[in-house]
Structures are given as C-alpha cells and as structure tokens.
C-alpha cells in the first residue's frame, strides 16, 4: 500500500498526520509505504518530512523545487509510488486515513477505484454553495461522468495508477482522470471533518481555477454553447431587421413612433452592448481552450524535483 499525500505549508498539522498514520497503516496488514510530496513550502515542512524519513524508511518525502499545485503533486506523488494499491489523502487531515481498512476491503472485493464522497462540509454556506453549483455542471456537461462531491480522497488499483500517470496534459483534474480510466469504481459516503490545523491552501481564487480545469478538460459544451449562442443571436438580428424593414415600407406606429421619425437609437445601442458582451464572453472562452492547446504543445515537465528521502532513481514526470 502507498499513501500519496502532497503539501504545502503544513507544518502546523504534520506531526498529527504522522501519528495517525502510523497508528492507522501499522494495524492494516499489508507492506505499506507514505510518500509525502512538499509543493514548494516555504515553511519548515521539508524539515519535518526528511526528520520522518529518517526516523522511519516507510515515510519517504519528495520535494519539489517550487511550487507548482495541489493536483500536480499529487500526480508527482503517484509517479513515484510503488504500491500494488494506492491511496491519496489530503495533508490537513480533512480525509481521515481511518477510512483507509474500509477501502482497502473494497478493493479485496474486487473494485479498482474506491472514491469517498462527502455527505456534509465544514465551509461556510458560500463554498458549500459554490461546490454543489460546481458538481452539477460538471456532472451535465462533462462527456465522462465524474461523481458529486468526490474529491481527490480515494484508493486506486495500480492498473489505475498506470493509466492515470500515463496521461500528459498539465492541467490536470485527477478525480476527472480518475474516472476517466474506468475500470470498477465503488463510492464510499463519509463526513468530512473540519481541517485538523493550520489555515486552508484553497483559496477561492484556486478552487475556481481548479473548477474551470474541471470543466474545460473533460467537456466542450462551453465551446458547442458559443455555437448555438451565435446561431441564436443571428435568428434574433435577423428577425429585428426583417421588423425594422417591414415597419419602414408599411409605415405602422409602433410604441408610438413610425420608422421615418428614426426611434430606436437606444434599443440599437443596447443591443450592440448586448451582443458585444456575448462575443466577449465567448471569446474568452476560447482562450480558455486555445491556453491550454498552448501550455500543453509546451511539452515541458509537469514538475521538477528538487531533492528526495528514501526513493531511488530520478524524476519521472
């Protein structure tokens, strides 16, 4: 068993973490192994991970030279991951490596992927608000069906694993990856607890950005909604001047004006504020998809090591 777990700037809860860890995985039977992947800290975290390490092999840490984001470490973590199964938790104790015998009988039962999903959330009613909005769009327009409120917390078979580290896009959605290797998947509901300390490294900026990787990386309706947006502002415009010419020739009062008095110089410049905004929108998101065409034809590495604890060889991303 490997139990990939990336951080960033975790000192306050890590010695928790290790504990519990040890407590946990000690009492599961199989070999296990931690693989503590440090984002670019600028703390004392990479301190403690090689202080782990050399107190116990089984706990070995990769630092990355910088820091490049949650799901990147993680991905970097199941890069350098041996295990027959794999799991991912989060550093702040918000998925309870407890949880991780009943995963494990899961998988012995023959399911590839056991994913949990949160029954309640500790946010406040904005990102409770904001989560739920998210699933839901993603769950209508995603072409690969990702489950609600599933995070990152999971546990995966390594032919699972594989293929997931295979794929090579940077901007990277594991729980949509995840899912998109197929395989037998089983959900597990549980509560998720508050963080056990320290403050939150998911800002809303981030969750926002995590969000729209969600969306742009496994689904084009935003580009198929830009489509049909554009067909039915044409039918609109079309249908407007068809009016403003039948209203010219037949010479009708209309909202008590006729054509030769020249009214609707306001209801025009809306209009054009109008579709204005909705070229602008749909513009932007085509430089969502055209940015990412760009970071990816790139080609460049997804992470760079900086140094490493109780794992042989060299990077592998």
């Not at 984002?39 to 070995?60: C, P």
């Amino acid at each position: 068993l490997s139990v990939v777990i990336p951080c960033f700037n975790e000192s306050a809860v890590l010695p928790l973490l290790h504990e519990r860890l040890r407590t946990v995985l000690s009492t599961l039977g199989p070999t296990w192994e931690v693989l503590l992947v440090d984002d670019g800290s600028t703390d004392d975290t990479w301190r403690q991970l090689a202080e782990f390490n050399r107190r116990d092999g089984r706990f070995k840490a990769v630092g990355l030279s910088r820091n490049f984001g949650h799901q990147t470490a993680v991905a970097a973590g199941l890069a350098h991951a041996q295990g027959d199964v794999v799991a991912v938790l989060d550093a702040d104790l918000q998925d309870p490596p407890e949880l991780l015998g009943e995963c494990l009988e899961c998988w012995r039962d023959g399911d590839d992927v056991v994913y949990l999903v949160r029954q309640k959330r500790k946010e406040g009613l904005l990102k409770r608000a904001l989560y739920s909005t998210f699933y839901r769009l993603l769950d209508h327009f995603s072409a690969v069906r990702v489950p609600r409120d599933s995070g990152d917390f999971s546990l995966m078979d390594r032919r699972v694993v594989d293929v997931v580290v295979s794929m090579p896009e940077r901007h990277l959605f594991l729980r949509g990856m995840r899912a998109w290797a197929g395989f037998r998947q089983h959900a597990l509901p549980y509560e998720r607890p508050a963080r056990a300390a320290g403050d939150t490294k998911y800002p809303l900026v981030k969750l926002v950005g995590l969000a729209a990787d969600g969306l742009f990386s496994f689904s084009i309706i935003p580009l198929r909604l830009a489509t049909w947006f554009g067909l039915l502002s044409v039918l609109a415009a079309s249908a407007w001047g068809l009016f403003v010419l039948v209203w010219r020739i037949l010479g009708f009062s209309f909202l008590g004006h006729t054509a030769s008095e020249l009214p609707g110089w306001t209801g025009g410049v809306l209009l054009a504020i109008l579709f204005g905004s909705i070229q602008l929108m749909f513009l932007g998101v085509l430089g969502e998809y055209v940015g990412r065409i760009y970071e990816e034809t790139k080609g460049r590495p997804r992470w760079v090591v900086r140094s490493l604890h109780g794992l042989p060889g060299a990077d592998r991303s």
